[in-house]
């Protein structure tokens, strides 16, 4: 299995041994990465995880493997030739196709007719046998007692033999699931009577596209409408091609008394078995394949999100905008903790109210979320700040994801007494004062960044989705003083019960004072603090190496170099001189490498540094603030915030994002959006056309485009041809 992961992931097998000895030992992905370079050969977190995954897939493969030659070894059926064909097999299709004879199913006409005493007849029609006649033959098959009447009866009970026998070679299985692949064409049909209910597929109302080439936004777009009964959905082959195939592998004669029953049974065998059942083994195949690339889109697009600037720890008044129930406002100090509240109403608006108590509060930034009335808001805003005793900043704030965590358990937890809307506009706040913080106590799938996701395999997007908010966490690290538990329970080794138990030991006992008191917390063990604790930071500890990325198991080492050059590990921190002053040559040694050494001394440079970007907030143009506000040749400035396999996203400031198609993201071609453009992004476009009636906005980065003057909806696509309408895929 080493060798196998190896050669299919271009990786030295002894860096693959390494990872899964790891992994056997119960060592994470993050602390493997982190530290443990040297056993690794360097391995970073993706290939680390490509190797987790193919492992399981191996495992579940051989497991699988094991069960059907076990399976066929009790019908006392498996022969030499039989294992040594599973034993080749490196798909887990390639050995249910080889399974498929032997597999228990439901009775069919092949075993009906088999019960009839036909099999021999059907031996005659494989074999194409000569020098007998054909009716003769059959005749001497006539059974009343078990329902053959006559030679016709006895002919296509065998034919059905046949067929099922040729439908069940795994060779033209997978030929003829090669064909599906090369030259298969997805087509899409609007069912009758449908054609209003289902308008926002009408794209796919006469669609088709190679299955080679259909991008995977599609495919799903296709199987949604199918699943809503709107379209009727079929993958067309070249049958008469397929046929030919047959014929030739099942070496017709044409001079042979039993060549017509063959091809007879040929023709049934395709049409009634093998196209229905490889169809749908395709479809199966290729909904694996636009899943995984629609996660892949939808976790790249959260990580991008994730690592967004944070404000970092100032004051913060976080507003929930709303017209009927009014603008709610939470105000929360610079470690996120909420203090007061206020609600203000847009259509009579108490300025000397909210004046009160934004001065009180002073903020260094207002966020305002980005929902409905956000621009009213932000209007109102600016004009009562013009007269307050401090300056701030203004800075529109996604709402994705906020009403879900209102409502959701851990707020619940947080704030007990506060109104849903009051707790939105606290998350809102602490969006801005540090997004990945907060963002992890959402369920990911409710951010809104992605595609289809509601619609691709759930365990895989919940996985793949897992990793990227673990991925995130443990790459910026945790303060352990302030972190909440959903944030904890994603640092390695921790999880949500030991995370909640964290919390309550630091409310019961007092903050910690160092890393190892970590070890005081119930089920906090040895092997946990190894895996999690270089993750965690202190930065009022009392060992100063407890606010950094070094993890204490090198203390000793770091406390050696400090020793060796004739100062206090303190005074090593921060200090750039001391530094360069440490040859790490001298410390190499057993399982302590340069990467290690050169990670401890950038953490030393500049301990526990945050990785993500410094933040800088969005320009958004004032004179912009509705839908109406927007003309064709405008040129905006706006946030990404979302990118998809079509496209991508843009907040120029109003309540709907334009949408940037993948035809308008450069002036040269572009293949995949998430190379040009990544969530948060900020970003220059122009306006080509607005769409008022549907409330759609098409842009484009590309230089001296003409734009479009008519706000009519857009032009539908040609019949069969895949539609270039860039809102044809929302």
Same mark, same amino acid.
């Given at each position: 299995m080493i060798k196998q992961i190896a050669a299919e992931l271009s990786l030295p097998e002894a860096s693959v041994k390494a990872v899964l000895n790891l992994f056997g030992e119960g060592n994470t992905v993050p602390f493997i990465a982190r530290y443990r370079k040297e056993a690794t050969g360097n391995l970073d977190e993706v290939a680390i995880r490509a190797i987790q995954d193919r492992d399981a897939y191996l495992k579940d493969f051989y497991e699988r493997r094991e069960v059907i030659i076990q399976s066929i070894e009790s019908q006392g059926k498996l022969t030499d030739q039989i294992k040594a064909g599973l034993l080749k097999c490196t798909t887990?299709?390639?050995?249910?196709?080889?399974?498929?004879?032997?597999?228990?199913?439901r009775r069919t006409r092949a075993m009906i007719?088999?019960?009839?005493?036909?099999?021999?007849?059907?031996?005659?029609? $494989?074999?194409?046998?000569?020098?007998?006649?054909?009716?003769?033959?059959?005749?001497?098959? $006539?059974?009343?007692?078990?329902?053959?009447?006559?030679?016709?009866?006895?002919?296509?009970?065998a034919r059905d033999i046949v067929a099922e026998n040729f439908a069940e070679i795994a060779a033209i299985r997978s030929q003829i699931r090669s064909i599906f692949f090369e030259k298969g064409i997805v087509t899409s049909k609007v069912l009758s009577g449908k054609e209003t209910e289902g308008a926002k597929f009408q794209q796919y109302f006469e669609f088709n596209e190679p299955l080679s080439k259909i991008p995977s936004h599609r495919y799903l777009a296709i199987r949604r409408g199918e699943a809503e009964d709107v379209?009727?959905?079929?993958?067309?082959?070249?049958?008469a091609e397929i046929l030919e195939?047959?014929?030739?592998?099942?070496?017709?004669?044409?001079?042979?008394?039993?060549?017509?029953?063959?091809?007879?049974?040929?023709?049934?065998?395709?049409?009634?078995?093998?196209?229905?059942?490889?169809?749908?083994?395709?479809?199966?195949?290729?909904?694996?394949?636009?899943?995984?690339?629609?996660?892949?889109?939808?976790?790249?697009?959260l990580g991008q999100l994730l690592m967004a600037a944070p404000l970092g720890e100032k004051t913060v008044v976080g507003i929930d905008p709303g017209l009927r129930t009014g603008c709610k406002c939470a105000s929360v100090n610079a470690a996120g903790k909420f203090l007061e509240t206020m609600t203000f109403y847009l259509h009579n608006p108490d300025e000397t109210k909210l004046k009160a108590f934004l001065n009180k509060h002073k903020p260094f930034a207002i966020a305002i979320g980005n929902g409905t009335a956000s621009r009213e808001t932000?209007?109102?805003?600016?004009?009562?700040?013009?007269?307050?005793?401090?300056?701030?900043?203004?800075?529109?704030?996604?709402?994705?994801?906020?009403?879900?965590?209102?409502?959701?358990?851990?707020?619940?937890?947080?704030?007990?007494?506060?109104?849903?809307?009051?707790?939105?506009?606290?998350?809102?706040?602490?969006?801005?004062?540090?997004?990945?913080?907060?963002?992890?106590?959402?369920d990911p799938k409710s951010i809104g960044v992605g595609q289809y996701q509601h619609d691709v395999h759930q365990p895989l997007l919940q996985q793949k989705l897992t990793e990227v908010v673990e991925s995130c966490v443990n790459n910026v690290g945790v303060e352990l003083n302030t972190a909440s538990a959903p944030l904890l329970s994603y640092v390695a080794g921790i999880g949500p019960s030991l995370a909640e138990k964290i919390v309550r030991h630091r409310e019961s006992e007092g903050v910690f004072r160092?890393?190892?008191?970590?070890?005081?917390?119930?089920?906090?063990?040895?092997?946990?603090?190894?895996?999690?604790?270089?993750?965690?930071?202190?930065?009022?500890?009392?060992?100063?190496?407890?606010?950094?990325?070094?993890?204490?198991?090198?203390?000793?080492?770091?406390?050696?170099?400090?020793?060796? $050059?004739?100062?206090?590990?303190?005074?090593?921190?921060?200090?750039?001189?001391?530094?360069?002053?440490?040859?790490?040559?001298?410390?190499?040694?057993g399982d302590v490498g340069e990467p290690t050494l050169?990670? $401890?001394?950038?953490?030393?440079?500049?301990?526990?540094?945050?990785?993500?970007?410094?933040?800088?907030?969005?320009?958004?143009?004032?004179?912009?603030?509705?839908?109406?506000?927007?003309?064709?040749?405008?040129?905006?400035?706006?946030?990404?915030?979302?990118?998809?396999?079509?496209?991508?996203?843009?907040?120029?400031?109003?309540h709907q994002d334009g949408l940037l198609h993948i035809s308008e993201l450069a002036d040269h071609y572009v293949k995949d959006p998430s190379q040009e453009v990544s969530v948060g992004q900020k970003v220059t476009v122009k306006v080509l056309e607005v769409d008022k009636g549907r409330k759609r906005i098409s842009l484009t980065r590309k230089t001296g485009v003409a734009v479009i003057k008519s706000q009519k909806a857009p032009a539908q696509a040609s019949p069969k041809k895949p539609s270039h309408n860039p809102f044809a895929n929302l």
């Open positions: 887990k299709q390639e050995l249910e196709d080889i399974y498929l004879p032997y597999k228990p199913k007719a088999r019960e009839k005493g036909l099999e021999p007849l059907a031996a005659f029609i $494989i074999a194409q046998t000569v020098g007998v006649d054909m009716l003769q033959t059959a005749e001497s098959f $006539i059974d009343s007692a078990k329902g053959v009447e006559n030679s016709q009866d006895a002919l296509a009970g379209l009727l959905m079929q993958i067309d082959v070249p049958e195939y047959l014929k030739h592998y099942a070496g017709l004669k044409k001079a042979s008394p039993f060549a017509e029953q063959l091809e007879l049974a040929l023709r049934d065998s395709l049409k009634r078995l093998l196209l229905p059942s490889l169809e749908t083994d395709v479809r199966v195949q290729k909904k694996m394949e636009a899943d995984q690339e629609a996660v892949k889109v939808f976790s790249d697009n932000e209007t109102f805003i600016l004009e009562v700040i013009k007269n307050c005793s401090f300056e701030t900043i203004i800075v529109m704030v996604s709402e994705a994801g906020a009403s879900v965590y209102s409502a959701s358990d851990i707020a619940r937890q947080e704030f007990p007494d506060l109104d849903l809307t009051i707790r939105g506009a606290i998350s809102i706040a602490r969006r801005l004062q540090d997004p990945l913080a907060e963002l992890v106590k959402v160092s890393r190892n008191q970590l070890l005081k917390v119930g089920g906090f063990g040895p092997k946990t603090f190894l895996q999690a604790a270089g993750f965690l930071r202190l930065h009022q500890g009392e060992n100063p190496l407890d606010a950094s990325a070094v993890h204490p198991e090198r203390y000793p080492l770091v406390e050696k170099m400090a020793q060796d $050059i004739g100062v206090q590990t303190v005074s090593l921190i921060g200090n750039q001189g001391l530094i360069a002053k440490i040859d790490i040559k001298k410390y190499v040694q050169r990670d $401890i001394l950038d953490e030393l440079r500049k301990p526990g540094r945050d990785p993500r970007a410094v933040f800088e907030p969005p320009k958004f143009r004032q004179d912009v603030r509705t839908i109406d506000d927007v003309t064709p040749g405008m040129q905006l400035e706006g946030v990404i915030t979302n990118v998809t396999a079509f496209g991508a996203f843009v907040d120029i400031g109003v």
